[in-house]
């Protein structure tokens, strides 16, 4: 009897999250009209928040270097490296490239920390002297991050309409043919992408990611609390999550650019991806606290997708359950149907999960197909649904990032690079 129940109610969450899935499908398919206003020469600013990254900067300050933009800066915010990362920052360019040191105690306190640190350097540099605030766009890049070249041109548009506070680009694997595990994270980053950050450009609840997010200054100037030093990030695990929710509540627009991406290297060992995840759980799980804000100050069906969207750790907590809980009512029926005499499995076994597990595969399928057109329809299928499988890391990290938030542990995991 437990057994059913545990079944029963895992199938309901999966049944409900389904059906508001398939509505975010839907919307993500509808184009929107955008608003513009006059066109302003604008000042881009790209921060790299550094920490032991030599092995991957120094390809990614040549992408940005080589943007045909115009008026463009990069800080590389340097956390405390012991490595060769500041040199590889010097040698860069000082006419494109500025670097910012930090040093120990003040140092690796996590990512939103220092961001922090470089908006206040730019500000007391002069760097930014003489320019609107509005006309100031910061884009925080990880250091692996491979910037499209087009991005500046894809993305400016988007802040002619004055009420746009931040825009958040595509992102991808660039390593994604080094195997399935490395495939499987850049299907996973188009289809959050194309799907669900598309549809909330409607709704209006679009967030941010951790790379490739460019922001108004003056957006990040609202999130200020009078009296109190540090800066538009917070000190939580998903520092990015955080600051996409917090402009929503001020008022602003965060919109989704499908027409340019940031590159990043996918993790190709399964621990160290589980360790990634599970940090970015412990960053959901932190976000509970926003829900106040949310109820407070976001408009309805905004925040009723930003309320979903917070709960998806509990949702994946309790979808985890699933398989146990299909294996104990398997168990059961095998049990009765040796007590009955006869079989009491029927093909709806088969049938059932397979609708509710791989329904959504198709639709990831044909997304993804539409960004990779070298694997073929059939092909893009039949990974998405091995990503059904891939999935269930999460249930991993969930459980471990559980953990970790219980024990009190709050120390970044940063991803090793390769």
């Known amino acids: 009897?437990?057994?059913?129940?545990?079944?029963?109610?895992?199938?309901?969450?999966?049944v409900m999250a389904g059906c508001y899935n398939t509505t975010l499908f839907l919307l993500s398919r509808r184009r929107i009209r955008r608003v513009r206003g006059p066109r302003q020469q604008r000042l881009y600013v790209f921060l790299l928040a550094c920490l032991n990254e030599e092995k991957v900067l120094a390809e990614s300050l040549a992408r940005i270097t080589a943007l045909p933009a115009g008026n463009f800066l990069a800080l590389v915010i340097d956390d405390a490296s012991d490595d060769g990362t500041a040199d590889i920052a010097?040698?860069?360019?000082?006419?494109r490239v500025r670097l910012l040191q930090r040093t120990l105690p003040n140092a690796r306190r996590g990512k939103g920390a220092a961001l922090n640190a470089g908006i206040r350097h730019l500000r007391e540099s002069g760097l930014m002297d003489g320019y609107d605030p509005h006309d100031v766009i910061i884009c925080v890049v990880d250091a692996d991050g491979r910037l499209d070249e087009h991005v500046v041109q894809s993305v400016d548009p988007f802040f002619d309409n004055p009420r746009v506070g931040a825009t958040q680009i595509g992102v991808r694997m660039y390593n994604r043919h080094l195997g399935l595990l490395a495939r499987l994270q850049d299907m996973e980053f188009v289809i959050y992408g194309d799907i669900f950050q598309c549809a909330r450009r409607y709704i209006g609840s679009v967030g941010m990611g951790g790379n490739g997010q460019f922001m108004r200054l003056a957006a990040?100037?609202?999130?200020?609390?009078p009296g109190r030093e540090g800066g538009p990030w917070s000190d939580s695990l998903t520092e990015d999550l955080d600051l996409g929710v917090r402009l929503i509540a001020r008022g602003w627009t965060n919109q989704h650019c499908t027409a340019a991406a940031v590159s990043q290297q996918a993790v190709l060992d399964v621990r160290r991806l589980v360790r990634q995840r599970s940090r970015w759980f412990q960053g959901h799980l932190q976000s509970a606290g926003l829900v106040p804000l949310i109820l407070r100050s976001v408009p309805t069906r905004a925040a009723v997708d930003l309320l979903y969207h917070l709960s998806s750790p509990v949702l994946i907590l309790l979808t985890s359950l699933l398989p146990l809980s299909f294996l104990v009512a398997v168990a059961g029926t095998v049990i009765g149907s040796v007590q009955a005499g006869r079989p009491l499995i029927t093909p709806m076994w088969v049938i059932g999960p397979y609708v509710l597990s791989f329904t959504a595969a198709y639709a990831y399928g044909f997304v993804y197909r539409r960004r990779e057109r070298g694997l073929g329809l059939v092909r893009s299928i039949l990974l998405s649904h091995v990503f059904v499988f891939y999935g269930y890391i999460w249930f991993a990290a969930g459980w471990w990032g559980l953990w970790r938030m219980l024990t009190g542990k709050q120390t970044w995991l940063k991803t090793a690079r390769t």
């Open 1 to 14: 009897m437990t057994g059913e129940v545990l079944l029963g109610s895992a199938i309901a969450i999966i």
């Open 90 to 95: 010097r040698a860069a360019g000082p006419e």
């Open 220 to 225: 990040l100037d609202s999130l200020a609390v």
